[in-house]
């Protein structure tokens, strides 16, 4: 059974930092592309940042760039979105996910549940 299980939200004041982490099962991590996105009330899913299977590049939504850091552990099946610097904008459910192509129109996209992350004051 996979699973991608989001932990690390809450509630902090702008300026401040949190770090998520993303534990997965039920497939083979370190092949898999992973990805931090959110979805703020009213808007949708944006992506965040993501990561190549082998950790070795990632990429940054321009509104986080410098601020937010994505990294994984293929040991321990877990991948990581610190956030430093937030702001109110980063309000937001931040969402897991777990994606491999492995042939034409063939896609395994997996996601978590979510975590909440407030930034206020």
């Known amino acids: 059974q996979v699973q991608l299980v989001e932990s690390g939200g809450g509630l902090v004041q702008p300026g401040g930092s949190l770090r998520l982490s993303c534990a997965a099962s039920g497939f083979t991590f370190s092949t898999h592309f992973m990805s931090w996105y959110r979805q703020a009330p009213g808007k949708e899913r944006e992506l965040v940042a993501g990561?190549?299977?082998?950790?070795?590049?990632?990429n940054y939504a321009d509104s986080v760039k410098g601020r937010f850091t994505i990294s994984r552990d293929n040991g321990k099946n877990t991948v990581f979105l610190q956030m430093d610097s937030l702001k109110p904008e980063d309000t937001a459910v931040y969402y897991c996910?777990?994606?491999?192509?492995?042939?034409?129109?063939?896609?395994?996209?997996?996601w978590g549940q979510g975590t909440q992350v407030t930034v206020s004051s």
């Open positions: 990561i190549t299977s082998a950790g070795d590049s990632t």
């Open positions: 996910n777990a994606k491999r192509e492995y042939g034409p129109g063939k896609r395994q996209d997996y």
